[in-house]
Every structure is written in C-alpha cells, then in structure tokens.
C-alpha cells in the first residue's frame, strides 16, 4: 500500500474507495505506478482472524498460497500472530495473491486485487476436523468469485451445519454481489447463514433498497444475527428480534481505511462467541475498526486485547 493523491486515481483510472479485481498484467503496471510502498500481509477473511487471535481467541485459517516469497511472508505472519495455518503451497504459477492499495489524504483506500493462488484453493484442502471443532466457520465474499475456492466453501458451509455450528459471511463489497448476489440470497434462503455482515452498499446492492432501514426490515427476519456497518455513523445489528446500534468509536485521525470492516467482524465475532449483550459486541467492533484506521495497514499494532477489556467488564 502507499500513498496517493486525487490526481493519481483518475490517472490511473481507479474506481476509488472500491475494490477492483485485475489480471497480473494491470497489477504490475499499478505496482510500477506506485510510489514508495509497505507490503504488509493481509486478506479479507485472514485480517478478521489476525484480529480475533490478538484478542485472544483461537482461530485457524485455510487459504491458499503460491510456492514464493510473498507466500512465505504470509504464512509467517499468520502463524506468528499465534494461527494454525496448515494448507500448503501451490507449486508452479500464479504467485501469491497480492492487493494493491492506494490511500488518499482522507484515508479512503482504493484496492485493485490480484487473487492469484487463492483462486485455486481446492475443497480437499478442507481440515473438516477444525472446522467442526471451531464454534464459528467464518468466510469471505471475496472468494466466491473463483470456482475452486466457491466449491470449498460451499463444501466448508455444509461441515459446519453437520456439525452443528454457526456460519457467518461477510458480503465484502457490492462488486461480488453484483456477480454472486443469487448464490449469497439463495444462502441465506435456505438458512445457511447464522451471521451476517454488511455495510449500506452492501445490503443495498443485496436487498435492492436503497434505504439502509428499508433493507434491514427486508433482510433481518432471514438471518439470526445481521450486522449493518455505516462507517463514521456506527453500526447496527439485529440478532433474534433484539436490536441495538452504536455510534463510530471515535479516532483523532483517520489514516487508511483499509481493513475497518476485516476488524470490525473480528471484535463483534469476539464478543458473539463469549455470548456478551448484542451492544458490547458492536462496541467491541468498533473499537477495533477505530484501531485499525488509525494507522497504516489491516491488521492492529495496538494491544486491542487490553484496548477492548473495560468494555467486557
């Protein structure tokens, strides 16, 4: 990730604060584009878990990697930050997924995202065995783009219904719901979905209302638990009929937004699985999206572990 100015984006022809999806081609052209840069490891679904283990719960990652350096890095940063990470490496190409991300002086990030390897990671690779162990299967939108990993998680979904766990998914951006919106609602129509996460777009593009409350009524009596960010405005969740919403945590200077619903999930999950009051899990969130956006990067510099414990009593 690095820097950038208004001006480079409509250079570059960025749809900013979004996310895009590029080939290897665009991804070096933008990379050379690029002025100095942090590589930081990161990943949807791996950030939320970075989040949660920082905090102290147990969690586990499946994903795949390319047989590189940038595949290394990963690992190592996954497993350093205390994950069990036992998937291995793809031999041959295409390398390691990479996201490159442009932030502008108001902390909007703009990501253009070559999956890479992480397009290819197959079913067997499943460890059904965590899976029914863990209390929560937690999946990104991200992934359901690409057939292989779509397969797994479809095939991940149905272990932990067997096995009598809650699934939660986060939608990840308008863009995959403009491609998968059918497979995501027929999910959650045949009650495959415990937890959900959306921001507006996201529940607008899903529900087809372009009002956010109009969207919830619509949404909320399908899902057990759906959680609604609204960014600098809080968040919302509505969970068994009860309902509760809090403001943003407050933060003296927004520097990159990159990561603020990764970490968000991972302070609502913490709470979820300690069984807290609908409220503390919000709180929880947004604390720790208030972190994250304090600095550069998607996972916390902060010990968010001692940053949440006056909220949990």
Known sequence: MAPASEEDIARL???????TLVDAARAHHL?????????????SAANTLAGLAALGADCAFIGQVAQDQLGEVF??????????????????????????????????????????????????????????AAKVLYLEGYLWDPEEPRRAMQRAIGAARDAGREVAFTLSDAFVIARHGDDFRALIAAGQIDILFANEHELAALTGCADADDGIAKLAPQVPVLVVTHGENGAQA????????????????????TGAGDLFAAGFLFGHVRGAALETCLKLGAACAAEVISHYGARPEADIKALVAPLLG
């Open 13 to 19: 022809e960025m749809a900013k604060g979004g996310m």
């Open 31 to 43: 990379y050379d584009a690029m002025g100095p840069a942090r590589e930081i490891s990161g990943g």
């Open 75 to 132: 690992a190592h940063d996954i497993r350093a930050g205390g994950i069990a990470f036992a998937t291995p490496a793809r031999a041959g190409d295409p390398s390691t997924a990479r996201c490159l991300i442009f932030v502008t002086p108001d902390g909007q990030r703009t990501m253009n995202t070559f999956l890479g390897a992480s397009q290819f990671l197959p079913a067997d690779a499943l460890d059904e065995t965590t899976i029914a």
């Open 238 to 257: 509505i969970a068994h009929g009860q309902r509760a919403r809090v403001d943003a945590a407050p933060v003296a200077h927004v520097v990159d937004t």
